[in-house]
């Protein structure tokens, strides 16, 4: 195997890895002790795959970050915030080496850390390490799971990892051959070690992929090993042969199973193929019709199954934040309880780095501007620890992101403030707003009712910038707030931006895509039933009155006589819903997704552009602002 390959597959692993130990450090100062183990076992895998990579610094740190561990876990010294405090700085620094194997390398220092986790050891008067109690050699017989293609960088770790706990006299096959897979997934090792037999076989067994472990005393004479065949860091180092790399392809873990189901579609298909070739032959029409509605069927499932591909669990982004928040509860002087829930829901792949941004800044707005401080909650008569959620839930074909705060809510009275003083309305027209209507001008860009600027985030992020993000993303925020109670802001995404079912209809000579999960209905709407209300029209279907919106006015278009009978589509759903009167109605297709161009970036009209299977362009209606 190739080393950009082992790169490939320790940079895939390792940045998850990363990521529970900074989660693990995080629980543990939230009193779970129980991640003390799993925190220990993330950072000795780490270690080994760095060893096994030739990554010598990461491989320092970690071992010092599993001394201080030992340490705790032996009783020698109590979990508090100081040690939490340098278990955090070695993440950080521990993320730091990880990044710089992408690319250019680049020297970092590591002293500086070494040094204080050194004094940290010595100030906490850890003790000395238990004397050599004697030791034993066996034989030891390792069978390796996971990947076949990986397990040569598997037995790499294995062997690293039992040579730094005692000495490693032989292997079977020697160790040039273990390193580039010339096993049958089962290889043996002669050590002299310390560690009784069941602590070692146990030590085995936690590695990355071990299947399984026998060990039995070895009939090899304790003897060092020959210079030949000692294991030297330069040996077990692999940058040497590495060329400059660029940051690697984005990787989506996909379970066996569903591979299965993609290969059965694809056989289907190839014996479809088949038979259609032979009904063309034969012109039977009815067989033809029946292959193509086949054709057709399958088709579909396999963009369902690529389609289910994409998905990723939100926690991969939901798991940078409790670092985040953590870190700036405590620049900010406030205590924050920090929730997470629904990180397992999936999203398409493509949303998921776009959606980071839009948490981060409310997130920060909410510790910032939101939750107030434990002086101002307990005179308000609120818990001194203030409540920050991030919730995900499924809702039909879109998953809803919740922030939730318990803090002081968002002031309605400055809103109506900043809408006169920026001419938007006027005091009278101002009061008569709902609350829903007046959080919607937060949305305005330039519109903010924040008068203080902060260290942590200055006068906060926009929510006009938020939203922008948002909608690029072809989603929706929503806001909603009591004040001195609670805020709460929902970000509304698709679960997928790669291929919807959609109405395509055409209004002054230009073609248009309405999502069918916007439309309720298609209905008949008379001109001679359409009225005005506060300067809106209006009709009345089935005994409920519904908001007419001509497509063509939307556009700016020509209005143009159509007769008694206008056609009319009603879209939205609960209390916001609407008839959107459009030229006609043409078809309704599959269409495939694609991102508006950047002259549309102001538009709040469409969430998207397709391109149809006769070649023309239909631009997507974003509904829930035009309604």
Same mark, same amino acid.
């Given at each position: 195997?190739?080393?950009?390959?082992?790169?490939?597959?320790?940079?895939?692993?390792?940045?998850?890895?990363?990521?529970?130990?900074?989660?693990?450090?995080?629980?543990?100062?939230?009193?779970?002790?129980?991640?003390?183990?799993?925190?220990?076992?993330?950072?000795?895998?780490?270690?080994?795959?760095?060893?096994?990579?030739?990554?010598?610094?990461?491989?320092?740190?970690?071992?010092?970050?599993?001394?201080?561990?030992?340490?705790?876990?032996?009783?020698?010294? *109590?979990?508090?915030?100081?040690?939490?405090?340098?278990?955090?700085? +070695?993440?950080?620094?521990?993320?730091?080496?990880?990044?710089?194997?992408?690319? *250019?390398?680049?020297?970092?220092?590591?002293?500086?850390?070494?040094?204080?986790?050194?004094?940290?050891?010595?100030?906490?008067?850890?003790?000395?390490?238990?004397?050599?109690?004697?030791?034993?050699?066996?034989?030891?017989?390792?069978?390796?799971?996971?990947?076949?293609?990986?397990?040569?960088?598997?037995?790499?770790?294995?062997? *690293?990892?039992?040579?730094?706990?005692?000495?490693?006299?032989?292997?079977?096959?020697?160790?040039?051959?273990?390193?580039?897979?010339?096993?049958?997934?089962?290889?043996?090792?002669?050590?002299?070690?310390?560690?009784?037999?069941? #602590?070692?076989? #146990?030590? /085995?067994?936690?590695?990355?992929?071990?299947?399984?472990?026998?060990?039995?005393?070895?009939?090899?004479?304790?003897?060092?090993?020959?210079?030949?065949?000692?294991?030297?860091?330069?040996?077990?180092?692999?940058?040497?042969?590495?060329?400059?790399?660029? #940051?690697?392809? =984005?990787?989506?873990?996909?379970?066996?199973?569903?591979?299965?189901?993609?290969?059965?579609?694809?056989?289907?298909?190839?014996?479809?193929?088949?038979?259609?070739?032979?009904?063309?032959?034969?012109?039977?029409?009815?067989?033809?019709?029946?292959?193509?509605?086949?054709?057709?069927?399958?088709?579909?499932?396999?963009?369902?199954?690529?389609?289910?591909?994409?998905?990723?669990?939100?926690?991969?982004?939901?798991? #940078?934040?409790?670092?985040?928040?953590?870190?700036?509860?405590?620049?900010?002087?406030?205590? %924050?309880?920090?929730?997470?829930?629904?990180?397992?829901?999936? /999203?398409?792949?493509?949303?998921?780095?776009?959606?980071?941004?839009?948490?981060?800044?409310?997130?920060?707005?909410?510790?910032?501007?939101?939750?107030?401080?434990?002086?101002?909650?307990?005179?308000?008569?609120?818990?001194?620890?203030?409540?920050?959620?991030?919730?995900?839930?499924?809702?039909?074909?879109?998953?809803?992101?919740?922030?939730?705060?318990?803090?002081?809510? %968002?002031?309605?009275?400055?809103?109506?403030?900043?809408?006169?003083?920026?001419?938007?309305?006027?005091?009278?027209?101002?009061?008569?707003?709902?609350?829903?209507?007046?959080?919607?001008?937060?949305?305005?860009?330039?519109?903010?009712?924040?008068?203080?600027?902060?260290?942590?985030?200055?006068?906060?992020?926009?929510?006009?910038?938020?939203?922008?993000?948002?909608?690029?993303?072809?989603?929706?925020?929503?806001?909603?707030?009591?004040?001195?109670?609670?805020? *709460?802001?929902?970000?509304?995404?698709?679960?997928?931006?790669?291929?919807?079912?959609?109405? %395509?209809?055409? +209004?002054?000579?230009?073609?248009?895509?309405?999502?069918?999960?916007?439309?309720?209905?298609?209905?008949?709407?008379?001109?001679?039933?359409?009225?005005?209300?506060?300067?809106?029209?209006?009709?009345?279907?089935?005994?409920? =009155?519904?908001?007419?919106?001509?497509?063509?006015?939307?556009?700016?278009?020509?209005?143009?006589?159509? !007769?008694?009978?206008?056609?009319?589509?009603?879209?939205?759903? !609960?209390?916001?819903?609407?008839?959107?009167?459009?030229?006609?109605?043409?078809?309704?297709?599959?269409?495939?997704?694609?991102?508006?161009?950047?002259?549309?970036?102001?538009?709040?009209?469409?969430?998207?552009?397709?391109?149809?299977?006769?070649?023309?362009?239909?631009?997507?209606?974003?509904?829930?602002?035009?309604?």
């Amino acid at each position: 195997m190739d080393m950009e390959r082992y790169e490939e597959l320790f940079r895939e692993e390792a940045s998850g890895i990363l990521e529970s130990i900074s989660l693990d450090i995080i629980a543990l100062e939230k009193g779970d002790q129980e991640k003390l183990e799993e925190l220990f076992r993330n950072i000795h895998t780490l270690k080994g795959m760095a060893a096994s990579m030739g990554y010598e610094d990461m491989e320092t740190l970690s071992h010092k970050m599993e001394d201080l561990l030992s340490n705790v876990r032996d009783g020698k010294y *109590k979990i508090n915030s100081e040690f939490i405090d340098l278990m955090l700085k +070695c993440s950080d620094m521990l993320q730091t080496l990880f990044e710089n194997t992408f690319g *250019k390398k680049k020297k970092i220092n590591i002293s500086e850390i070494i040094a204080k986790i050194d004094k940290f050891g010595k100030t906490k008067n850890f003790g000395d390490k238990p004397k050599d109690t004697g030791n034993l050699i066996y034989t030891v017989k390792i069978i390796i799971g996971g990947a076949p293609e990986f397990k040569g960088v598997r037995a790499a770790v294995v062997y *690293k990892e039992l040579s730094e706990h005692g000495r490693v006299i032989s292997s079977t096959p020697i160790y040039e051959k273990l390193i580039n897979g010339e096993f049958d997934n089962t290889f043996i090792v002669d050590i002299e070690t310390e560690l009784p037999s069941a #602590k070692l076989k #146990k030590f /085995i067994e936690d590695m990355l992929d071990v299947e399984k472990v026998e060990i039995r005393k070895s009939k090899v004479k304790n003897k060092l090993p020959s210079k030949e065949t000692e294991i030297k860091s330069s040996e077990v180092s692999l940058k040497e042969n590495v060329g400059k790399q660029t #940051k690697g392809p =984005v990787y989506v873990r996909v379970k066996m199973d569903k591979l299965d189901e993609l290969q059965n579609l694809i056989a289907e298909l190839i014996i479809t193929k088949s038979a259609f070739n032979e009904y063309m032959n034969t012109k039977n029409q009815s067989m033809l019709e029946d292959a193509i509605q086949k054709i057709s069927r399958l088709i579909s499932s396999l963009q369902d199954e690529v389609g289910n591909m994409r998905m990723v669990p939100l926690e991969e982004i939901f798991n #940078k934040f409790p670092r985040f928040v953590r870190d700036g509860a405590k620049e900010l002087g406030k205590e %924050i309880n920090f929730v997470v829930k629904g990180e397992q829901i999936e /999203i398409d792949r493509s949303l998921i780095s776009g959606i980071y941004d839009p948490i981060l800044h409310i997130l920060k707005n909410s510790m910032d501007h939101g939750i107030e401080s434990p002086q101002e909650r307990k005179k308000a008569g609120k818990n001194v620890t203030g409540l920050i959620e991030l919730k995900a839930r499924r809702e039909k074909n879109n998953v809803d992101i919740e922030i939730f705060d318990d803090g002081r809510g %968002i002031d309605t009275d400055k809103i109506k403030e900043k809408i006169f003083e920026k001419g938007l309305l006027s005091e009278e027209e101002a009061d008569n707003l709902t609350e829903q209507e007046l959080f919607s001008y937060i949305k305005l860009e330039g519109f903010s009712t924040s008068s203080s600027v902060t260290k942590f985030s200055g006068r906060g992020v926009g929510i006009d910038a938020v939203d922008k993000m948002v909608r690029r993303l072809g989603g929706h925020l929503f806001i909603d707030s009591k004040r001195g109670h609670w805020t *709460k802001i929902t970000i509304r995404l698709p679960l997928t931006l790669s291929i919807i079912k959609a109405m %395509i209809v055409s +209004c002054n000579n230009a073609l248009y895509a309405i999502p069918l999960e916007n439309i309720q209905e298609t209905v008949d709407v008379y001109s001679d039933k359409i009225s005005s209300i506060h300067k809106q029209e209006v009709t009345v279907l089935r005994d409920d =009155v519904y908001p007419v919106i001509r497509l063509r006015n939307v556009i700016n278009a020509d209005e143009i006589n159509n !007769g008694e009978i206008l056609q009319g589509i009603v879209v939205g759903d !609960g209390a916001s819903k609407a008839i959107l009167v459009v030229d006609n109605y043409e078809t309704q297709t599959e269409i495939v997704v694609k991102n508006l161009p950047s002259i549309f970036d102001n538009v709040d009209l469409y969430s998207g552009i397709s391109i149809l299977g006769t070649g023309k362009m239909a631009l997507i209606l974003d509904i829930n602002n035009l309604i």
